[in-house]
């Protein structure tokens, strides 16, 4: 049998670890050793570093978008490429130790307390908002009996450190859902197959109608775009690079032709790779 060392973003009960943990189900054949990390550029590192196989980090949310910390390792600190992208249902709840103590301090992840932003103002206005490193941990935080806290996290972490919980689905939005991507060490061939590609590249700020010039290539080979995120470049005030997500294969012509041309228009360009993709959705059972 298989095996594989998966690497998360931890400690138990993320969303990182739900998704993890969905692939472990999902492929019983492959004998899965997940392993956390305290952070998503701990955990995409690990990866180029031989420390595990493959890691699952979120690189997208419907509500708050792009996780810069994911595209910036992707872009400027590994050599990695996309295996495949899961659309995971964002379920997040308030949860508490003493459901009967005042809630004087909210904890979770930057990422949930976005999500939830209206939720918190409309029932919580005046309390204090804390950011940590994951929902998890904060849910380990306010286990441990600090007075008044409460964490937004999944069940799942609820359950793990027997917490209570206030308030479920919470969210600003139902339809929140967070884009993950499954990650392992570049290969030699990046033509594979896939519903998507993706693509990193920058482009010669200086010089005008250079981003048109990109964008024109893919209009002109007809391939779909449904992705741009620029994040800046590292290399100069003004400067940016370019994240693009396609739809298409790395087998298709048209997109080979735009990648090309692309490539030739480009300071530099990084691809990522062609993969497929799954949604779904774990329903919250109270």
């Known amino acids: 049998m298989k095996e594989c060392k998966l690497g998360f973003l931890g400690p138990q009960g993320t969303h990182s670890e739900e998704v993890a943990l969905f692939l472990q189900k999902e492929s019983p054949q492959i004998t899965w050793k997940l392993k956390p990390f305290q952070s998503i550029y701990d955990a995409i590192c ?6 595990v196989d493959k890691v699952i980090v979120p690189v997208e949310n419907s509500i708050e978008g792009a996780i810069n910390i994911t595209l910036d390792t ?23 130790k003493d459901p009967n103590e005042k809630i004087t301090t909210i904890i979770s992840h930057a990422q949930p307390l976005a999500q939830c932003r209206t939720y918190i103002k409309e029932h919580y206005q005046d309390v204090e908002i804390r950011q940590v490193s994951s929902t998890a941990r904060a849910a380990e935080i306010v286990a441990s009996g600090v007075k008044g806290y409460a964490a937004i996290c999944p069940k799942r972490a609820g ?8 308030a479920t689905e919470i969210q600003d939005n139902n339809t929140n859902c967070t884009r993950f991507i499954l990650l392992k060490k ?15 590249c920058q482009i010669n700020g200086a010089k005008s109608g250079s981003l048109c010039e990109v964008l024109l290539a893919f209009a002109k080979y007809e391939v779909n775009l449904t992705r741009i995120e620029s994040r800046p470049a590292r290399t100069g005030l003004g400067e940016y690079i370019f994240f693009l997500d396609m739809e298409g294969s790395g087998q298709d012509k048209n997109v080979q032709g735009a990648l090309a041309e692309v490539q030739k228009k480009s300071l530099w360009m990084k691809n990522l790779g062609s993969f497929k993709g799954i949604k779904i959705d774990q329903k919250i059972n109270n």
């Not at 690990?46 to 420390?51: I, M, P």
Request: hydrophobic share 45%.
């Open 74 to 96: 992707l872009a400027h600190d590994v050599d990695l490429q996309i295996e495949r992208e899961i659309a995971w249902m964002v379920h997040n709840q308030l949860m508490a």
């Open 186 to 200: 570049r290969q030699n061939n990046l033509i594979s197959g896939g519903a998507k590609t993706s693509i990193i």
């Open 159 to 166: 359950d793990i450190y027997h917490l209570t919980t206030i």
């Open 46 to 51: 690990a990866v180029d570093n031989h420390e």
